[in-house]
């Protein structure tokens, strides 16, 4: 679209790597693939998704690599999309592979909330539409990074604000959150809580798990990070104490401490 608004002479063509084989196979039928081919090498910007789809197709490849070709040594712009790099595409022939990687390779990563916010901001000003900040933060927090998920649940939110002439507010993004998007109830496990405790207290894992009679490791909430470690409170006003106490007999605080 912006290169059609900035160029409008040239001639931009999407199409998916699945149509592109059916056009293809359809030109072979009825004996018309020089047209096809030429169709294609007359286009400005080519854009073709999913193109690992082709993996299995040694025809619609050796078609597409005449095209891609001709493009390429007349400077026209060529765009594809995978699932994967290049090198990753097994059963395509190396002189097409080494065109793939000539070109930049960028990997289109997993949005982050900031930006799945910023994306939902910038549909909202382009619609026109007026929702509120916190449903936004909430739709980005749960959407798991999926732009289409993203899209596809602020449709269903303003969908049902019109059809059921309410506004757009938390409980109905909850409502819509729970019909459209797969939320992640993973349960809380001993694990996750010891994973989180030794980290806020800075005690290894294996520690806590071990044989050893050090309280230390195992009474880590009772006091204070200041408090020397391995002697109670009480104890640690004491230097005498301090010094004296072998650190496997000092007994755990009392709960009342």
């Known amino acids: 679209m912006r290169t059609k608004k900035l160029y409008p002479q040239k001639r931009v063509l999407y199409v998916s790597a699945r149509l592109f084989q059916v056009q293809f196979t359809d030109s072979v039928r009825q004996n ?28 619609t490849l050796d078609t597409f690599f005449h095209i891609f070709d001709h493009l390429f040594r007349l400077g026209k712009q060529i765009i594809l999309a995978s699932d994967r790099p290049p090198v990753d ?3 395509v022939k190396d002189r ?8 930049l390779i960028a990997e289109l990563e997993k949005p982050n909330m900031q930006l799945c916010i910023d994306i939902l ?17 909430y739709i980005a927090q749960t959407a798991n990074g999926s732009v289409r998920d993203l899209e596809g649940v602020l449709n269903s939110l303003m969908a049902y604000s019109i059809v059921y002439n309410s506004n757009v507010d938390m409980h109905l993004a909850e409502r819509i ?21 030794c980290q806020h207290f800075g005690v290894s894992q294996q520690k806590v798990a071990s044989a050893s009679s050090c309280r230390c490791a195992r009474w880590p909430c009772i006091w204070p990070r200041s408090t ?8 640690a006003n004491s ?9 496997s007999t000092v007994a755990p605080p009392s709960s009342s401490a």
């Open 121 to 137: 901001n910038a549909k909202c000003r382009r619609d026109g539409l007026k929702i509120p900040a916190e449903v936004i933060q």
């Open 89 to 91: 595409l097994t059963g």
């Open 96 to 103: 097409l592979l080494t065109r793939f990687s000539c070109g």
């Open 32 to 59: 018309t693939t020089n047209d096809f081919i030429n169709f294609f090498q007359s286009i400005d910007v080519l854009i073709v998704d999913d193109i690992q789809e082709w993996v299995s197709s040694p025809k």
């Open 177 to 197: 959150i729970k019909r459209s998007v797969k939320v992640d109830n993973h349960p809380l496990t001993i694990d996750d809580i010891l994973e989180k405790v």
């Open 228 to 235: 020397p470690r391995c002697q109670p409170p009480a104890l």
């Open 239 to 247: 230097s005498a104490a301090a010094t004296t106490a072998p650190c």
